[in-house]
């Protein structure tokens, strides 16, 4: 078992920034893959961003290339997602998911916290 719970979440003007954070416990995080996903209202969950295990290899939407960026921390069990030029369109419920390999897919992912909101407003 693992619990994530994500952080950071909340209302922004377009073109502002913000930075979440996702701590995991319950499993050594290190050794997994990590993901950012993304559902806006009316929409499917999307992929957003995933990290290799050691933080050497990341992969991006490219919706958000350029904007945002993931990152981790393995000895504090945290993984982050820096948001910079936020748009309207960014707005959703974000979910951090723990899994084996990295993914854009998230049927691929075994866990997932609770979500935090991000709301950008025009």
């Known amino acids: 078992q693992v619990q994530l719970v994500e952080s950071g979440g909340g209302l922004v003007q377009a073109g502002g920034s913000l930075r979440l954070s996702c701590a995991a416990s319950g499993r050594t995080f290190s050794r997994y893959s990590m993901g950012w996903f993304r559902q806006g209202p009316g929409k499917e969950r999307e992929f957003v961003a995933t990290?290799?295990?050691?933080?050497?290899?990341?992969s991006t939407a490219d919706s958000v290339k350029g904007r945002f960026i993931i990152s981790r921390d393995n000895a504090k069990n945290t993984v982050y997602l820096q948001m910079n030029s936020l748009k309207p369109e960014d707005t959703a419920v974000y979910y951090c998911a723990v899994g084996e390999g990295m993914s854009m897919w998230y049927h691929e992912y075994d866990y997932w916290g609770q979500g935090t909101q991000v709301t950008v407003s025009s």
């Open positions: 990290i290799s295990w050691s933080g050497g290899s990341t």
